[in-house]
């Protein structure tokens, strides 16, 4: 009987608890439904802290609620853009109602011009299309295990998988979503991959996911780089050599409707001033 218990026990340590799902079924799970993901409210960051900056920041957040558009259409979002360069931190919001498409910059809105909306339309169109499924998490988490939430996805009930990273992946797939976002990114050959995997000290992912319906929650990567790296890779990994990266997506609510109303007595863009962003 003592030994039936035992084995018991060890059948359920790597199963990560009797009637739950291991890490690796939750992950697959979770991948599967990225894409099915329409509508929420966002929390992205990502924030490098180089070697010798003194704990000091750069990067970006973006908050805010966003619906994606149906074909042609523009979306339904007021999602804030926050440039942060250590102390100094600068913020952008777009606003769409899904017909029209606006900026607010130091509390001042100014509405898009007819070409700027277009290529809002575009870009929606892109991430429509694509969407969050281009985050292949799946591929992303190395050696998962359930584990505790801490901190993540507060307040929403989820399931976590703590892991690894598979930094490579996750770089190549960020940079595709920049692309389909119209940035003119390179994507890593097999030769970069190797050699970025080489450059990474460590690594860590934690992923929370619906408990009941599997959709991604969040997702927290952070990333410490080796001072030690090829000269190749160094040029291209910049502040990075030696430095810290972390990256954070949050979704809740996903799939709620999302209501967003136009702004009155906006200015024509052209009145914004330059320094503000034009």
Request: glycine share 12%.
């Amino acid at each position: 009987m003592t030994r039936r218990l035992a084995l018991l026990a060890a059948t359920c340590a790597l199963l990560a608890g009797c009637g739950g799902a291991s890490g690796s079924k939750l992950i697959e799970q979770t991948a599967a439904k990225v894409g099915n993901i329409k509508s929420g409210r966002l929390n992205l960051e990502l924030l490098v802290t180089p070697r010798g900056a003194g704990g000091q920041q750069i990067g970006f957040r973006l908050s805010g609620p966003f619906a994606l558009p149906k074909a042609g259409q523009l979306p339904v979002t007021r999602l804030s853009y926050t440039q942060v360069l250590g102390s100094r931190h600068a913020t952008v919001t777009l606003i769409s109602d899904g017909v029209d498409a606006f900026v607010e910059v130091n509390g001042k809105t100014y509405q898009l011009r007819a070409d700027q909306v277009e290529q809002l339309r575009g870009t929606s169109g892109a991430l429509r299309s694509g969407g969050l499924a281009q985050l292949r998490v799946g591929d992303w988490v190395k050696n998962p295990r359930t584990g505790p939430c801490g901190s993540i996805a507060l307040g929403a009930d989820v399931d976590c998988v703590h892991g690894s990273l598979d930094v490579a992946n996750a770089v190549n797939d960020l940079l595709q979503l920049g692309r389909d976002l119209g940035r003119n990114v390179p994507l890593l050959n097999g030769s970069n991959e190797k050699q970025i995997r080489r450059a990474v000290g460590s690594s860590s992912v934690v992923l929370a996911t619906g408990h009941g319906d599997r959709l991604l929650r969040a997702l927290a990567i952070d990333i410490v780089f080796r001072l030690q790296v090829p000269d190749p890779l160094k040029k291209s990994l910049g502040s990075l050599v030696g430095g810290k990266l972390h990256f954070t997506i949050a979704i809740a609510n996903p799939n709620r409707p999302v209501h967003v109303t136009a702004p009155h007595n906006a200015l024509p863009y052209d009145q914004l001033p330059k320094s503000g962003g034009g």
